[in-house]
């Protein structure tokens, strides 16, 4: 089945460590997206790629970095520069041209 | 920001009695999408409506759009316990395809 596959569900980060959230897709999708959800909020535009080895900042990218080698990847990296890591990351697909999403399951990051 | 907000926050309804959340937004669009989330997990798309359009249904969902409110309502009818979950708009940008999600209503379908 067609789908993004997000790993890991769940990590643990200490301060002034960095980490990688990865997101995979086999849908064929031109464009990968990264949200990031607080509790009771809605998503958060992080960074957005409309194709292989382009990508563009979002609304809070500060902190943040991706890179698009391939078509299937868009993984997303929390550096030690983000000061509120803590949250619900989502990671989404779309064919580029107007329609819907499809999301990930989600990356749960917490920050001891 | 030019996010949507959702319209209440939280609803409690009982099973089979119908379900109704609001969207408004700020700015003009070329469209509105209706997303679905269940505790911790991804969102699931609903239904897209233009701005062409008035009125758009799927089942049990019926979604308007009034743009010279800007605003958009999302009806589900005879609501289940499976309907539990938050439900989110999201709106266009002007650049790409890219969306503003409104802050969301939480829905519990009380069996």
């Known amino acids: 089945d067609g789908g993004i596959t997000q790993s890991p569900k769940y ?22 997206y990264w949200y990031r959800q607080d509790p009771g909020q809605g998503l958060r535009l992080i960074y957005y790629s409309q194709i292989v080895n382009d990508f563009q900042k979002g609304d809070i990218a500060e902190g943040y970095s991706v890179s698009r080698e391939k ?15 803590t949250a619900f990351y989502l990671c989404a697909s779309d064919t580029g041209e107007v329609g819907e999403l499809f999301f990930g399951e989600g990356s749960r990051l917490t920050v001891l | ?59 049990r969902l019926r979604v308007t759009l009034d743009t010279s409110k800007k605003s958009s309502s999302l009806l589900i009818t005879a609501s289940r316990a499976a309907d539990t ?27």
């Not at chain 1, 990865?22 to 064929?28: A, D, K, M, R």
């Not at chain 2, 700015?27 to 009125?55: A, D, F, K, M, P």
């Not at chain 2, 266009?92 to 069996?111: A, C, E, M």
Request: charged content about 20%.
């Open chain 1, 11 to 32: 990590l643990f980060r200490k301060e002034g460590q960095n980490v990688t959230l990865s997101c995979e897709q086999n849908l064929n999708h031109d464009a990968m």
């Open chain 1, 71 to 85: 078509k299937e990847s868009f993984p997303l990296t929390v550096t030690s520069a983000q000061k509120n890591p």
């Open chain 2, 1 to 59: 920001s030019q996010q949507g907000e959702e319209d209440p926050q939280a609803l409690s309804i009982q099973e089979g009695e119908n379900a109704t959340m609001n969207c408004s937004y700020k700015t003009s669009i070329n469209n509105l999408q209706w997303y679905r989330q269940n505790s911790g997990r991804g969102l699931v798309h609903l239904i897209l409506i233009r701005s062409n359009e008035r009125e758009k249904h799927s089942g």
């Open chain 2, 85 to 111: 979950a938050s439900y989110f708009c999201a709106t266009d940008r002007t650049t790409g395809n890219q969306f503003y999600f409104g802050t969301g209503t939480s829905l519990t379908v009380i069996p």
